[in-house]
């Protein structure tokens, strides 16, 4: 393992850390894979973005992070690919569908994440190409959807909340 002290920047108030490790398919490294961090090899594309803390640590607590559509389209990845997710992802998501979304700043960053899923997928032999934002009816998720539901404050079915994100996903993001 490689550890680096960074000096604090402009995008760190204080020293910070990264956990990458990379991922081997034999001898082949297929892709970095960074935890509490931007997504590798698009680490460059998102940029920062500044949010006003809450008045009680301080009236002009500022921090960096990445724009909320970034984090949607993390988690709409996660809720919409064969692999089995957590439930709160798509809680997440159907938080994040009654905001206020930037849908072309969205849709850029699910294109970026697509186009990194997709080099690995042609290394390890899988299918490419344009994707179906849909959760499928055969789709897998990992827990109990009742926790993320209650600690979120919503009073609804899983399936209802798959319908609404579906037609939300339906209406903003397939051409």
Not at 31 to 58: A, C, F, H, N, R
Request: hydrophobic share 40%; aromatic share 16%.
């Amino acid at each position: 393992m490689f550890y680096a002290k960074s000096e604090a920047s402009s995008d760190f108030y204080y020293d910070n850390f990264t956990f990458r490790f990379d991922v081997f398919h034999f001898e082949e490294k297929l892709t970095t894979i960074v935890l509490d961090g931007i997504y590798g090899q698009i680490k460059d594309e998102v940029k920062p973005k500044s949010y006003m803390g809450p008045s009680v640590i301080s009236e002009n607590f500022v921090f960096n992070g990445v724009a909320k559509e970034y984090v949607m389209a993390e988690k709409i990845m996660a809720i919409t690919n064969e692999l089995p997710r957590p439930y709160k992802h798509a809680v997440d998501v159907y938080s994040l569908i009654h905001t206020d979304v930037d849908v072309p700043l969205l849709k850029c960053y699910l294109d970026l994440i697509l186009s990194c899923d997709n080099e690995v997928r042609k290394k390890i032999g899988k299918d490419v190409g344009k994707y179906i934002y849909n959760i499928r009816e055969d789709k897998v998720f990992q827990g109990r959807f009742f926790w993320p539901a209650l600690q979120a404050g919503y009073a609804i079915t899983f399936e209802e909340m798959k319908k609404d994100i579906n037609l939300w996903m339906k209406k903003n993001l397939q051409d």
